[in-house]
Each structure stands twice: as C-alpha cells, then as structure tokens.
C-alpha cells in the first residue's frame, strides 16, 4: 500500500527556536498533503492544506507565519514551526493523497514536538 | 460543510465480543465516508472506506461499516474483538470532491482480557 513517511518521529526543542518536519510520500505523486494537529486524547485538527507549488491554505485560527509550509514536490511537504513555544508541544500528522478525486488519505507516523 | 459525531468516546469490550462503534455525520451533499485506527504514537491507518455501491463495506482486521444515508449513519463493527484491537477509532467524511476530511473526536476501543 502506500506509504507516507514522516520524519522526525520525536523532537524536543527549546523555546525560540524552530523545528522543521518532513512528510514525504514514497511510492505515488502526493498532489495534496494535509497537516493536522492532534492534543492528548482529541481527535485531529486540520491546520493547513497544501498543493504542489502553489501557497498552502491554513484553516481558521492557525498562524500561517508560525507554521510554515512548503509543498515544493509531487512527494515531499515540510511544517516549519518558527519561534516555537511550549504551547506549540503536541502531536503533529501529516498525511497525503494522491490525483485521484476519491483517493483515501495515507497518514504519516505522526511527530511528537516537545518545546521546553 | 460536514461534520462527524462518533457518539462513544471510549468503548470497554471482552475479548472475542462483538463490538460497534458508533458514527453519525451531516451533510448537504454527497460523502465519501471512511474508518480509521490510530495505535498509540502513530499515524493512522485506513480500516475501510465507502466511495459508493454496496452499503456494506468490509475492511482490513475482520472490520466491517454499513453505510445508511437515511440515518445518516457509517457504524464499525467487528463480531469478535482481540486484545490486539485495542485503539483509538476515528470516523472520517469527506465531500465527493475529496478535497478535505473531517474527522470526529474519536473512539476508544479497549478490549480486555
């Protein structure tokens, strides 16, 4: 099946810094990656959606200068959390589609981010 | 716009029960609807999904959902649990599109020995 990579799995910064997290798809042309959020026990929160080559679109309320994203391939997408603050520690997901219309999403194993 | 309510938070369940677990979603125009399962600290993984056709999709791990439009209603049911099963569920909907999925808060299914 399809496989999404993501990398780091863990990463534990200090505040002020920034962190950046790759999700690469390896076997099909990603047209679309999404970026959730996920806090302890809580369902996903879509943050941003991107397309190959061109701006991402965030949803409401997510800093767009915070979390920047770059979709520069058909098979890589990056989360740069800028400035990050201890708010910022939680579970990060990337996930891919491919071009078809009705294509499932194919998660990434998730990044655990730790702002300290 | 969708949006997806799985009625259950957490679901405790004897080893080789049946179990289901509950979905509902909204919608003004037509869905795709899809079952996933998260093991702790990992991505998710697609269980099973309905696009169209039959009402009953069966998916991976003994995993099956019967769609039904008039309810409203995408429910995950399997006839005998392992211990193995135990995780979080998640119910996704996404428009026919397929330009975003929202997902619900999610089910926890814990199944004891």
């Known amino acids: 099946g399809a496989v999404v990579s993501q990398h780091p799995s863990r990463v534990i910064c200090k505040s002020g810094t920034s962190v950046k997290i790759e999700c690469r798809s390896l076997d099909f042309q990603a047209t679309t990656m999404f970026w959730y959020r996920q806090f302890p026990k809580k369902s996903l929160m879509l943050m941003a959606t991107?397309?190959?080559?061109?701006?991402?679109?965030?949803e409401q309320g997510v800093e767009k200068d915070k979390f920047l994203i770059n979709h520069a391939s058909l098979t890589l997408s990056t989360l740069t959390v800028t400035s990050a603050h201890p708010e910022d520690s939680s579970f990060y997901i990337c996930?891919?589609?491919?071009?078809?219309?009705?294509?499932?999403?194919?998660f990434g194993n998730g990044t655990r981010l730790t702002v300290t | 716009a969708q949006s997806v309510t799985q009625l259950d938070s957490q679901v405790p369940v004897f080893e080789e029960a049946p179990v289901e677990l509950r979905c509902n979603y909204s919608s003004s125009v037509s869905v795709y609807l899809f079952w996933y399962v998260q093991y702790p600290n990992q991505g998710l993984q697609l269980l099973l999904k309905?696009?169209?056709?039959?009402?009953l999709v069966k998916g991976i791990n003994g995993f099956e959902a019967e769609f039904n439009k008039s309810q409203t209603s995408f429910h995950l049911r399997k006839p005998s649990v392992h211990i193995s099963d135990t995780a979080e569920y998640f119910c996704?909907?996404?428009?026919?599109?397929?330009?975003?999925?929202?997902f619900g808060a999610g089910t926890r299914l814990f199944v004891k020995a």
């Open positions: 309905y696009l169209s056709g039959s009402t």
């Open positions: 996930s891919a589609r491919g071009r078809a219309y009705n294509s499932p999403l194919h």
């Open positions: 991107s397309n190959e080559g061109s701006k991402a679109t965030y």
């Open positions: 996704a909907v996404s428009d026919t599109g397929g330009f975003k999925t929202i």
